[in-house]
């Protein structure tokens, strides 16, 4: 049975000030907790109405009235999970690092993730103004994605100062990606949804690249963020 404590917790971990402050996030839904349940991340409470045959003492069985009360959905998918946040390990610059500057939208945070995933990107950089990664609607468009890239958190225009790897950066005026010539190890910038990469990011691009429009009209003024990310990387992984 659910406790007031546990209610309280649950849904503070709804703030990002209270997931920083306990070191706690939430995951929903059977198919993304299994795989959590698989990674090093560490359960600290699994709420379901139905048994995972984990650690009893981790498993705490409720009803389906008592998950809709804790649930951030709108339509609860049987459990409810709570994992520590992990450490943050260092960025590793020897490969094709992704930086974002001010993403502000969940769903395209997360999808950003899984991207990352898909493409082998070990390491996502974000500004400090990006979305957390840990916010419940990130964590739901990862699908478990999460678990397989470091995302770091920084300083983002002294992470691109200091680092030695070359600057690349997203623009609608840039060079064709499809004629630039793209390195296997270097840094991708990708722009917030509405401004794109900030002037003070911009002084640290060495080479601006587009994605050509092939409309006929060119009515369409620009693609998500998320789904220009999808273009870039497949380019910079075909090179």
């Known amino acids: 049975m659910l406790s007031k404590s546990h209610i309280k917790l649950i849904t503070s971990l709804k703030q990002k000030k209270y997931r920083q402050q306990h070191g706690l996030f939430v995951v929903e839904g059977v198919k993304t907790i299994k795989e959590l349940l698989r990674s090093k991340l560490t359960l600290h409470a699994l709420y379901t109405t139905e048994s995972f045959n984990i650690d009893a003492k981790n498993e705490i069985s409720i009803t389906e009235a008592e998950l809709k009360r804790i649930s951030f959905l709108t339509t609860p998918n049987k459990a409810l999970a709570i994992f520590k946040v992990p450490e943050v390990k260092p960025i590793e610059e020897g490969r094709l690092v992704l930086a974002l500057d001010a993403v502000r939208d969940p769903g395209n945070l997360g999808t950003i993730i899984r ?73 991708l910038v990708m722009g917030n949804e509405a401004n794109g990469i900030s002037k003070e990011i911009e002084i640290f691009i060495k080479k601006k690249i587009s994605i050509p429009r092939f409309g006929e009209l060119q009515a369409a003024e620009s693609l998500n963020v998320a789904t220009a990310t999808a273009i870039l990387l497949s380019e910079f992984r075909r090179g």
Do not use: H
């Open 115 to 187: 991207l990352c995933d898909w493409f082998g990107v070990k390491d996502l950089v974000c500004s400090k103004e990006t979305v957390d990664c840990f916010n419940p609607k990130v964590i739901q468009a990862t699908m478990g994605s999460i678990t397989r890239v470091n995302i770091s958190y920084v300083d983002l225009e002294l992470f691109l100062n200091k680092t030695s790897l070359p600057i690349y950066g997203a623009f609608m005026e840039g060079e064709t990606v499809y004629d630039t010539s793209l390195p296997k190890q270097g840094v």
